[in-house]
């Protein structure tokens, strides 16, 4: 496998593109597409685009922005992974999607904005678990992170038709009960 070095443009190209991609893959559809989850203490969703409404509000240009400070304190605050199921309960999905597009846009035209170079993009931050991480490394994870969710997303409605694919499963490795191919 071939990996890709951090590249800021080639990184906002993923990010900006993430809102069209849930609003593609989940508007419009019943909730028993989006409401489902995996289990106890999974998300769901549309639980997914409210923890990327919080990541937008939160998490990433929060702590590029204490990052870019250069100042003293350094420290990021605990991200609340689960602030957002409380926030959402009464909402509506196209809602969700709606901010989530408005916020993901504005925290884009920022960091394009900062026209940061490769000096600034190895200044550092203190992550509470992980200690001293560079805004490069920060910008990084936030493009995995939405493409996990992505996968993620896509995965949680895979299996609601776990019982109905029948013999398929095998050949279905987005199943939880998937096993190797029959030869």
Do not use: C
């Not at 289990?39 to 990327?52: I, Q």
């Not at 809602?95 to 989530?100: A, H, P, V």
């Not at 035209?109 to 490769?118: C, D, I, P, T, V």
């Amino acid at each position: 496998m071939t990996f890709v070095q951090f590249d800021l443009e080639k990184s906002i190209a993923v990010l900006e593109r993430t809102p069209g991609v849930l609003r593609a893959l989940l508007a419009g559809l019943p909730s028993d597409w989006t409401a489902p989850n995996e289990g106890p203490d999974t998300w769901s969703p549309f639980d997914v685009v409210g923890h990327l409404i919080d990541g937008e509000e939160t998490d990433w240009m929060v702590r590029a922005r204490i990052i870019l400070a250069r100042g003293e304190n350094r420290r990021f605050e605990p991200f609340d992974r689960s602030r957002h199921l409380q926030l959402n309960r009464n909402r509506a999905l196209e809602q969700l999607l709606t901010q989530f597009e408005a916020l993901r846009k504005k925290n884009l035209a920022e960091l394009r904005g900062l026209r940061l170079g490769s000096s600034q993009l190895d200044l550092t931050g203190e992550h509470p678990d992980f200690g001293s991480v560079t805004l490069r490394q920060l910008l990084a994870t936030w493009v995995v992170h939405d493409l996990g969710h992505v996968t993620q997303i896509a995965r949680v409605m895979a299996k609601q038709y776990r019982h109905e694919v029948g013999p398929w499963v095998p050949y279905l490795p987005v199943l939880p009960d998937h096993e190797e191919p029959r030869s």
